[in-house]
């Protein structure tokens, strides 16, 4: 078809898993008016993998429940669809993407930024859009998904584009990407987004979270949080605290509070995605 071509033209050898068919039959249930959450927690149910996991991440500090959940029912009734849909996607992401073993690129550390963004996300959606949280979540989850694609196919070519973009502050990683390669991983994770059949509000955010703030479609908490880099010493926090205090009217205390809760709730989500 004419995304798997792009992707092709783009990334030489590229070959896109498939998500399992319960992982489609759930997100398509997820995404009909007329099912009911008694059902779609039976589709779940039928898959031991996606019950428990989806179990285990519900029950992560990142979802912020009060109470712990023992069964999938209840976690069902209890986040409605958009947020049991992150769960689903994220499920189903985590066994999708490739794992890099080369490029000096370390998965545990791309799955953390991630949890991190998810959970920034989220939490300034909260201030800022509180109607879409739970789209925030998966949008920041997800938005750099296709990086361990291009670490994989594009080997050590990537692996240099990683590293000025580690070394340096102020390097933009799009900019890097599109010097080396012509492409940026907003445009191969676009691609993946809606081959895979994600959601049009996932596709329209993974291809423009690094766009200027004022013209992107995707919306601010998911820019926002695009600033995270994959590693701790230079991790971008610097460059987000002052666009929460410039432009969103955050105050510097009020941020790095937000940003070292939501850092300590990420931890054990993203130990489940490794």
């Known amino acids: 078809n004419r995304v798997s071509d792009n992707l092709k033209n783009l990334i030489d050898g590229f070959e896109l898993p498939s998500f399992p068919?319960?992982?489609m039959?759930?997100?398509?249930?997820?995404?009909?008016?007329?099912?009911?959450?008694?059902?779609?927690?039976?589709?779940?149910?039928?898959?031991?993998?996606?019950?428990?996991?989806?179990?285990?991440?519900?029950?992560?500090?990142?979802?912020?429940?009060?109470?712990?959940?023992?069964?999938?029912?209840?976690?069902?009734?209890l986040l409605g669809k958009s947020r049991l849909e992150a769960i689903v996607l994220s499920l189903a992401i985590k066994d999708s993407i490739p794992s890099v073993g080369n490029a000096g690129y370390d998965m545990s550390s791309f799955w953390l930024a991630s949890a991190r963004r998810a959970s920034l996300a989220r939490e300034l959606a909260r201030h800022l859009?509180?109607?879409?949280?739970?789209?925030?979540?998966?949008?920041?989850?997800?938005?750099?998904?296709?990086?361990?694609?291009l670490a994989k196919f594009k080997g050590n070519q990537y692996?240099?584009?990683?590293?000025?973009?580690?070394?340096?502050?102020?390097?933009?990683?799009?900019?890097?990407?599109?010097?080396?390669?012509g492409f940026d991983h907003q445009r191969i994770g676009s691609l993946v987004a809606e081959q895979w059949k994600l959601p049009q509000y996932l596709i329209e955010?993974?291809?423009?979270?690094?766009?200027?703030?004022?013209?992107?479609e995707a919306e601010p908490a998911i820019k926002i949080v695009s600033f995270l880099k994959n590693n701790n010493d230079s991790n971008g926090t610097k460059q987000l605290i002052h666009i929460c205090?410039?432009?969103?009217?955050?105050?510097?205390?009020?941020?790095?509070?937000?940003?070292?809760?939501?850092f300590e709730d990420a931890e054990e989500f993203s130990a489940m995605l490794n």
């Open 205 to 216: 955010a993974i291809a423009s979270h690094h766009v200027d703030l004022t013209t992107s």
């Open 25 to 77: 039959n759930v997100l398509g249930m997820l995404r009909d008016p007329d099912i009911s959450m008694g059902d779609i927690a039976k589709t779940v149910q039928v898959d031991p993998g996606m019950n428990v996991n989806a179990l285990r991440m519900v029950n992560s500090a990142a979802f912020g429940l009060s109470t712990k959940i023992s069964n999938i029912r209840h976690a069902v009734t």
């Open 245 to 262: 205090e410039t432009q969103f009217g955050f105050s510097k205390n009020q941020i790095s509070e937000i940003i070292e809760r939501t």
């Open 129 to 149: 859009h509180p109607q879409t949280q739970s789209e925030a979540f998966t949008a920041g989850l997800l938005q750099d998904m296709a990086v361990p694609f």
């Open 159 to 181: 692996g240099k584009v990683l590293s000025n973009w580690h070394e340096e502050d102020s390097a933009k990683l799009e900019v890097l990407e599109k010097e080396t390669l």
């Open 21 to 23: 068919a319960t992982t």
